[in-house]
């Protein structure tokens, strides 16, 4: 792939060549923006000290005006300008063990995932019809996005699915939204062929895995059970018109992870959608965006992320699913940017309290300072060098993990952010988004009144560019989180500070 007249954005820190665009660039895992050419990476005397990874480099990409008015659109104009760049990228497994991972990721580019989308999105034209309802639940890997976009492609509305679910709430789902086509992976097709008694919608199951003999002679009731390279192949050579949409109109329905209640399905138009990423593909640039995913794309934050990083012909490389090798794995991928819930933060916190009682038991106190210090430099080698922002979300932080991760994490900005299914972001460290309209509601049941002193606290309602339109089939749920005038009620406590400039701080406190 090297085309020899285009030059990138790297060049070798040793000979000073400035790199091809299409060539490896061999990146030092330690030093901050450190490159070597192939052939300085091989025969340097003497050798760089520490570990480089070849990663692909690449240069400015055409400049082409592009018609955007939609995801579709965005989507393929972004195949289109990043082409040949690495887009997506899975860790490797050893040929003789397929239980064995090795230390490395294989990539695929743009142009195969835009191939692999737009086959499969043909391909399912023959099973759904546009406006359809088609369920993804699978763990994270190419194939999740693939699907995603092939649905986009179709006017298909995707129905996310969490693969935790149990029986029960995956039958609920599909009833309550009737799906008739679902995509899956291997380890959640035997949920979903259980389930067919309970799910008359249901017409068919997609495999992202080659499928065993065993299932596939298996007579299903009338469900058939295909793979999902079958379809890509037929998508192939079958094409179908795309049916157009309106903005208002129904995109995407992600089921919120109910641990009390049955899920609840937040449908999402498109323009709520496109809401969370830029209207335009942002211009080139040498900035790296590099995701690492490993959260559950059935939750719109990871999903949005692996987008946004697309959009600004960055890759994201997929964790394996399991949780032991989480550090592993981002210590391969070395993203540009992480985003943890408490928990996570939390746990490392933990281990470093354990570490620093064990160690600083019989010492002096200004030993202990040393020894604090030696130890926050060691853990600040969990969150790779190539890591400048590390984010934390999902629920509230302890301010005690927060000053720790500040303390440890000195090579990245640690910042808060608060989103919610129903409305997407709602403050970046503690600051209103821009776009956002709100008000507070005294819950005095609780306590909370906007006459408290010295800030007024209540339950935060808000309305945001993100909005849904409603739960699914629903109207009790969605009569009750919406007010008249269109706002969401969040549920969460929040305390509203004016700061010293002016500005409003939004506290989440129960
Ligand atoms: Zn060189
Ligand atoms: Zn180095």
Redesign the pocket.
Known sequence: MINSEKLSFWYCDNCNRTLNHGEFRYN????DD?DYCETCAKTADPP?????VPELAYGRAEKKKYHIKNMKTIIQAAIDKYWDRHCMGTRNVDKENLSIYMDSYSWLTFKTIGDRSMNFGHGLRRLIEPRGYLGICAGNRPEWMITDFACMFQSIISVTIYTMFTGSEIAYVINNTKVTVVVCDKQVLPKFIDLQSQCSSLQHIICMDPITDIISITKHNGISIHYMEDIEKYGSTNQYDCVNTQPTDCFTILYTSGSLAFPKGTIVSENAFRAAFPQQLPSSSSADYIHFSYRPLAWAADRDSIIITFLHGGRTGFSTGDPSRLLEELALVRPSDFAASPNFWNKIYTEFKTSLALLTTCCLPEAKADEEQRLLQQFSKLIPNRCKIITVGGAMVSPIVLDFMKRCFTHCSVDESYGITECGGVTYNNLVEDSLQYRLESVPEMGYTLEDKPFPRGELLTKTTQMFSGYINNPEETRAALTEDGFFRTGDIVELRTCQNGRIDIRVID
Do not use: G, L, N
């Not at 030092?28 to 030093?31: D, G, N, R, V």
């Not at 760089?48 to 480089?52: K, S, V």
């Open positions: 030092c895992t330690i030093c450190f760089h000290p520490h570990q480089m």
